[in-house]
C-alpha cells in the first residue's frame, strides 16, 4: 500500500468491472457482511450493475482505489417516495482484507456521509451484523447509534445471525 497513491471517488460506468469483482470478493470473504451470496452476485448482469454504480441525486457507489486498483466499495442511495425522501442509506461496505484497519473504511463511510448531507436527507442508516465487532466501532466513532437489533435477520448455511440497526441523524 502507497498512502500517496490512495484516492476515494464515485464509481462510473468504467469501472463496472472493478466493482463487480469486488462485490464478488466481498460476498466470498466476508458472507456476514453482503447479502447476495457469491451464485446470486455472479447473476448481476453487466447493464444491471452500471444502473447500480451509476451516479445520480439519488445514489452513488464510492470507490477507495491504490493507484488504479479498487481496493474498498460504499454504496449510498437516498429513499425517493416522499415520505421517507429525509433517509438515505449506506450498503455494501466493504474493504479488500489486505487495506483493512488503514482508514479506508472511514474516508468511504465520511465520502457517503457528506453526500447524504449535501442531498439534504436527514439521516443515514444502515446494517451491520453484531457479530462484527470492527464496523461496529467504526460506525459508532462516526456518530451512528444502535436504534434495534433484528434477531436472526441473516441466514448462512443454517446458522442465523443477528443484524443492528443503526443510524446518523444530522441535527
Given amino acids: 500500500m502507497n498512502a500517496p497513491t490512495l ?19 466481498a460476498a466470498a470473504d466476508t458472507p456476514f457482511a453482503i447479502v447476495p451470496t457469491p451464485e446470486e452476485e455472479a447473476r448481476w448482469t453487466r447493464d444491471e450493475n452500471i444502473a447500480r454504480v451509476r451516479e445520480t441525486d439519488q445514489q452513488a457507489v464510492f470507490g477507495a482505489f491504490d493507484g488504479e486498483t479498487l481496493i474498498g466499495i460504499t454504496g449510498w442511495r ?3 417516495r416522499v415520505k421517507f425522501a429525509h433517509k438515505s442509506l449506506v450498503w455494501g461496505v466493504f474493504v479488500d482484507p489486505a487495506y483493512r484497519c488503514t482508514g479506508i473504511g472511514r474516508r468511504l463511510m465520511e465520502s ?4 447524504a448531507k ?9 446494517t451491520v451484523g453484531a457479530q462484527n465487532p470492527r464496523a461496529q466501532t ?11 437489533r433484528e434477531p436472526r435477520g441473516m441466514r448462512i448455511d443454517g446458522e442465523y445471525f ?8 444530522f441535527d
Avoid at 457517503?112 to 453526500?115: F, Y
Avoid at 449535501?118 to 444502515?126: D, I, N, R, T
Avoid at 460506525?139 to 444502535?146: D, E, K, N, P, T
Fill in 118 to 126: 449535501a442531498s439534504g436527507a436527514e439521516l443515514v442508516q444502515l
Fill in 162 to 169: 443477528d443484524e443492528e440497526l443503526m443510524v446518523l441523524i
Fill in 7 to 25: 484516492t476515494i471517488r464515485t464509481l462510473t460506468e468504467h469501472d463496472v468491472d472493478a466493482f463487480h469483482a469486488m462485490r464478488l470478493h
Fill in 78 to 80: 437516498r429513499e425517493q
Fill in 138 to 148: 467504526l460506525y459508532l466513532s462516526l456518530g451512528f447509534v444502535v436504534y434495534g
Fill in 112 to 115: 457517503a456521509i457528506e453526500r
